[in-house]
């Protein structure tokens, strides 16, 4: 009831909402939700999840928070009735700056999947103070500043519980902080952040450059703070001993209170280590147990019964591994625990490679978590498959019995709820509102494939979803883009593997082709939303090659009738919440094998995109989902690919001279017209690792990636009811892809939590 709602609001205002202040209701709000989520915490029997991730993408939390408990409905009325928006009032709230990329945003789906499946299960994090920096472009180039998010309104709340941590032989003072995490329909649950209070936000200098020798001030500044030198590599250390050591310590005071006598840990505690940024968990646990008592070969028992690990990539260059004299600056204490592990290790295989320190005496963070926990699993079937048969094919046939994929999912709450109330509508119109629990429910819209009418609405919202991304780039950046146009989008880190290159050629390519009188079949409006990291130059510089490209199309009107190419500044959760309900083409174009899972992909396809994309991670679960009609796939199979890189023959500069339009494309980049907006070092850098290196196999993929591009275009082109049927088969194959479905696969296989 809305009445009601307005007299609690008005309440928690001391005054009329009539007259209140954004600033205003937004603290009603929060306060009207904290009460709210207070009522559905839970105590706890037998198992609890301790999911420990260096990234909580978690994005806005008020009207989502307000979704899972119910709210929503009569808090936007109630404020409507006063002439109030929550859009408006959302506005308020800062979006937490606490991960970067997918890995972090799966982690916030499993958080709301676990309290909406009832389930005991909370988060360990860090408190980054300015967590990933704010992005922004100056002369086409990325710019990195501090993202200073953390104000008194969105902040955790600082608790009394702290924890000691020893750093290099130093004693410092975890600060436990604590943010509810609402379910839908749910418990309440809590992610854990820890701090430090004497960090000082006050010692970044330029950009976001600091002293990073000063860890008391500068341990929880920036999420993965630049670690181009040896300094930066430290404090990384520095900064996931930090989180590890307080968590334990969590872990074990939490444990002891519900009655755990530390021998039975793994009776009270599961302990999820999100990639290889949490592995010295294992080593500290051991660490903490023999401190009370617990002998070494029991402590590893119990520490391999409670932990298990999840691996979201197979990039080498991506698996940590540290020199073992980092360790022994950082966590002395560590150390002949680990090498007490490592002997552990060896003795079990012959097989060198299987070490924890290997001959160079370099530490894999890995192998520790494979040999010491239960449960090793992949993020989609493709991905676990690589990984037993190449990347840790040595464990798999150590460990068979451990190995296990969980196909990533998301939360349909933030991701159709939350982003796309007018879709959520029409389906609950159509179905019924079961979905929203059950989402394998969706399938029920196949029932509509060949109503005219409802195939014209789902093209309606879509239209609507275009104007409103219109207008807020209007907003935003003041870019003005075509509504009619054909909406494609890729929106994710920035990374050589990605390919945002390839797309970057394909354009360039439409623009000549334009340029030669080759009018498309539709017109394009293709978005971006990215972020390098700082150091990662080739990154930088297919920004710049975005960037600059964008300019010479906007400056030739000729061609920008036909094409647009905008770049989103500060790629974000909310950013992505306004882009994703808007596309028509879904961007999944990594190289086909290096792409553990994605997850944008399932968040575009639950909003009614088609996908163009490799057979790479979770792709080939869509397309197995929605039929071969219904997805747009090319480019090498990850046999093939795998099998270029093992023969070891691969070379860029035969692909670019035998094919003319590839070569006209990367020509293109170091052109007078290029030039004229450009930077001729970037473009020049970038154009000769495309020739000369082009790592992740751009250029053999090029002409299918085309070819299937302007097929999808034909095809938006020639019918859109055609179009709009296939939209809604992608949205009614999506319920496979929920985080409820992945929590439960983790929960029945690995963690067999309590309730
Ligand atoms: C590596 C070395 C040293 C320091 C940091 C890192 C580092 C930092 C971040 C390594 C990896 C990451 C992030 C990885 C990530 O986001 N992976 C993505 O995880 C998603 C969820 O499983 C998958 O869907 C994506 O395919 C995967 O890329």
Redesign the pocket.
Known sequence: MSETMTNKLNDLCKKDIKTASNEELYHALLKLVDEKSQQQVHSVTGRKLYYIS??FLIGKLLSNNLINLGLYDDVKEALAAAGKSLADIEEQEPEPSLG???????AACFLDSLATLNLPGDGVGLRYHCGLFHQNFKNNIQNETPDFWLTDSCAAQATDTVFPVSLAGKEYSARLYKLPVTGYEGRTNTLNLFDLDTVDESVIGDGISFDKKDIAKNLTLFL?PD?SDEDGRLL?IYQQYFMVSAGAQLVLEECAARGCNYHNLADYAAIQIN???PSMVIPELIRLLMLHDIDFEEAVQIVTDTCAY?N??ILA????KWPRHYLDTVVPQLMPIIEKLDALAKSRTEDGSLAIIDQNQVVHMAHMDIHFSHSTNG??TL?TQILKESELAGFYHLYPEKFNNKT?GITFRRWLLKCNPSLTNEIESLIGNGFKKDASELKKLLAYTNDQNVLRKLSEIKKQNKEALAAWLLHKQGIKVNTDAMFTIQSK?LHEYKRQQLNLLFLIHQYLEIKAGHIPSVPLVSIFGAKAAPAYIIAKDIIHGLLTLSQVIENDPEVSKWMQLVFVENYNVSAAEMMIPACDLSEQISLASK?????GNMKFMLNGALTLGTMD??NVEISEAVGNDNIYIFGQSSKQVIHRYAAGDYCAKDWYEADPNLRRAIDFLTSEKMLSFGDEEHLKRLQNELIWKDWFQTLPDFNAYVVRKQQAMADYAADQENWSCRTLINIAQAGFFSSDRTIEEYDNDIWHLGK
């Open positions: 260096a990234e970067n990329g997918g890995l972090g945003r799966l993965y670690d990384r990639d290889t940024h999840t979201h990539t260059e991506a698996l940590e993020v989609a991905h990533n880190r792409e553990a899972s994605g997850t991670g979770a």
